[in-house]
């Protein structure tokens, strides 16, 4: 296993009076899949959009390719080679596929950014045939490819997917676990939240529990798989 | 009867080129920034004093209204209006009105409230001869210009990387920020060009229409905002077509309904294309995010 490369240490996050992340840490290493899981309104889209800037954390440290995060905007986070995948998708309905992407590669350089877009194009198909279309006419499955494909478009070292499979047919939802499967294969490492916990224990390496706003319980994939709390929370007994 | 086609689409190619500033704003920064038609004025008189006074030719004249407004635009938003980026729409809406009323009482204090009468800054423009219409140089001058900052605004918006970026922020600010957008600087960017753009039409205005008081702006300003509205807020085109046909409306009411009236049927005909269309002419619909 790699180098730490994501290492968040005593998070805490406000939303107003709302103590919505209560003291987690956690770490990803080079390489991993690692996965967020818990229950609706658990905390798990907070800690993902704090870490990639969106959020201010009220204290605690995030640390990212060896240097911190803490107070940098989104917007600079995205070059030092993070990428988040957003829950509900949020790709940019009234412009194109293909414009969708080049903004994925917004801080590159504009002559590095076509081989990216034929690279997307050849893990996702479906979106070389619809560069031309507006974003808003796609289906929900097509669209969650176009953001899939938009956040690897900065080349990331570590993606981050919040619920990459909500709201899709179960065949679509196998064809995301496939592609993330694939992207892990490819070397990227993924921070992966799912409240489809049964397939994101199966890929992981390690996972998380989170239950309102701390981490009850931590393992590897297989074992919290296996582990008997979790099965009765999350898999169903 | 074509004489009066031409002088509104004239005036209404100025409504249009302020409106153009109305609805970038709006869709890009979500506010309604009332103060706009206030920095027109101050671009009138920026153009005025360089150009009356210091003798300076018209296209310095001009470029330092620009630049005056473009600053201008670019300080209101950081002093006024970006402590308020999460505020409530009603509080954005009053400080833009206090704006308003402070960039007009400023104005009042350097400039009092004696007309100045403009020179025509268009006046180098030959008239044209079509037929047996004479179409004057400001008038060509004005739409002309109208038809380049369009052209060159939606070549801007559609082609360039920067113009896509301002697409993203008007849609989703915080998707925009993860692809590495700087959010506030595309806002500052946006405030740039239509305070730019309310400096030329300022110029356009006062050459046509040549008296410049601290409140030449304001009236201007509301028209181009009913513009905005009837084409379709947010959208470009929307902004050109709307002007256009509210500048025709109004010099067609003056002409043969009512001079004192025209106003009130420029408003009428907003209202009833707004029960008929609530979005506007080429408004898009707004599709709510889950
Ligand atoms: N914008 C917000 N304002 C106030 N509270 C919020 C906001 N977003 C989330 N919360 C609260 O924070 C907690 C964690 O939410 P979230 O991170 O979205 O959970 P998850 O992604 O695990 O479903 C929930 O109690 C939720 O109600
Ligand atoms: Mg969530």
């Not at chain 2, 009482?105 to 006046?123: D, E, G, H, Q, R």
Request: aromatic share 8%; charged share 15%.
């Amino acid at each position: 296993m790699g180098n730490t490369i994501l290492k968040v240490n005593d998070l805490h996050v406000h939303y107003g009076s709302i103590h919505a992340i209560q003291g987690i840490s956690f770490e990803v290493n080079e390489g991993e899949i690692v996965t967020l899981i818990g229950a609706n309104g658990a905390g798990k889209s907070t800690s993902l959009n704090t870490v990639a800037g969106l959020l201010k954390a009220s204290s605690g440290t995030i640390d990212f390719d060896g240097k911190s995060l803490l107070g940098v905007p989104a917007h600079k986070i995205v070059g030092r080679g993070m990428a988040l995948c957003p829950e509900g998708r949020r790709v940019f309905l009234q412009l194109t596929v293909q414009e969708n992407l080049e903004m994925g590669a917004f801080t590159r350089k504009q002559s590095e950014i076509a081989d990216s877009i034929e690279a997307v194009y050849e893990q996702f198909p479906r979106l070389k045939e619809r560069y031309k279309q507006i974003a808003g006419t796609l289906s929900g499955g097509e669209q969650q490819m176009l953001a899939m494909g938009r956040a690897l478009m900065s080349k990331p070292k570590l993606i981050m997917l919040d619920e990459p499979s909500m709201g899709l047919a179960p065949i679509l939802v196998d064809q995301i676990f496939d592609i993330i499967k694939e992207l892990h294969k490819s070397g990227t490492t993924i921070l992966l939240v799912e409240q489809n916990a049964q397939k994101a224990l199966s890929i992981a390496d390690r996972a998380y529990v989170l239950e309102t706003g701390r981490i009850v319980n931590s393992g590897t994939g297989q074992a919290l798989l296996h582990d008997d709390s979790v099965r009765k929370a999350y898999l169903g007994g | 009867m074509l004489d009066y086609l031409i002088s509104g689409i004239s005036l209404g190619s100025v409504y249009a080129i302020i409106a153009l500033g109305y609805t970038m704003v709006y869709g890009i920064a979500k506010m309604l920034n009332f103060a706009h038609g206030d920095i027109i004025m101050i671009g009138g008189y920026a153009a005025f004093c360089t150009g009356y006074y210091l003798h300076w030719p018209v296209w310095l004249a001009v470029l330092f209204a620009v630049v005056v407004c473009t600053v201008l635009g670019v300080v209101i938003e950081k002093l006024a209006y970006k402590p308020l980026r999460n505020a409530t729409s009603l509080a954005v809406l009053i400080t833009a009105i206090g704006v308003s009323y402070f960039l007009q009482n400023v104005a009042l204090l350097i400039w009092t409230s004696n007309p100045k009468a403009f020179p025509n800054m268009l006046s180098f423009i030959p008239y044209v001869n079509i037929g047996r219409i004479q179409i004057t140089g400001t008038a060509l001058g004005t739409v002309v210009t109208c038809i380049v900052v369009m052209v060159a605004l939606t070549l801007f918006t559609d082609k360039t990387k920067m113009g896509k970026a301002m697409r993203t922020v008007s849609e989703d600010k915080g998707a925009a920020s993860l692809m590495g957008i700087n959010v506030n600087g595309t806002i500052s960017l946006t405030f740039a060009i239509g305070s730019g753009l309310a400096a030329i039409a300022g110029v356009l205005l006062c050459s046509a229409y040549p008296t410049l008081m601290p409140t030449t702006g304001a009236m201007p300003g509301i028209k181009a905002f009913t513009a905005a509205v009837f084409g379709g807020i947010g959208s470009i085109p929307g902004a050109m077509i709307g002007g256009i046909l509210l500048g025709v409306i109004e010099i067609f009411a003056k002409a043969y309904i009512s001079t004192q009236l025209s106003d009130a049927i420029v408003f009428a005909v907003l209202i009833i294309v707004l029960i008929v269309k609530p979005t506007g002419l080429l408004g898009k619909k707004i599709t709510e995010k889950v």
